[in-house]
């Protein structure tokens, strides 16, 4: 199983910067894929960043060239380092894992949310 628990939110003004981090504890089995996800009010959870496996960052149009997803392995640590920040960049951000069990069963775990705001 796993557990995650996210940090790293807060206030903003429109262009500064934010790192979120999302710290997982893995009992048994393997994580396959780590990223980011972020829902708005009123909208639907879309998907911000992701690593597979391989270790290939994949990001939304959204997010190109402002922000950066990256893992340190060591620590079983993702962040998420977010510049030039928008309003539109406001909403809850969750972290999230697949998770495959020494049988090679699927589960998606998600971290609490943490609340981004970017706003004067």
């Known amino acids: 199983q796993v557990q995650l628990v996210e940090s790293g939110g807060g206030l903003v003004q429109p262009g500064g910067s934010l790192r979120l981090s999302c710290a997982a504890s893995v009992s048994r089995g393997s994580i396959d894929v780590m990223g980011w996800y972020r829902q708005a009010p009123g909208k639907q959870r879309e998907l911000v960043a992701a690593i597979t496996g391989g270790g290939r960052p994949n990001y939304a149009d959204s997010a190109k060239g402002r922000f950066t997803i990256s893992i340190n392995n060591a620590q079983n640590t993702m962040y998420l380092q977010m510049n030039s920040l928008k309003p539109e960049d406001t909403a809850v951000y969750y972290c999230?894992?697949?998770?495959?069990?020494?049988?090679?069963?699927?589960?998606?775990?998600w971290g609490q949310g943490t609340q981004v705001t970017v706003s004067r």
């Open positions: 999230h894992v697949v998770w495959f069990s020494p049988s090679w069963s699927r589960t998606d775990y």
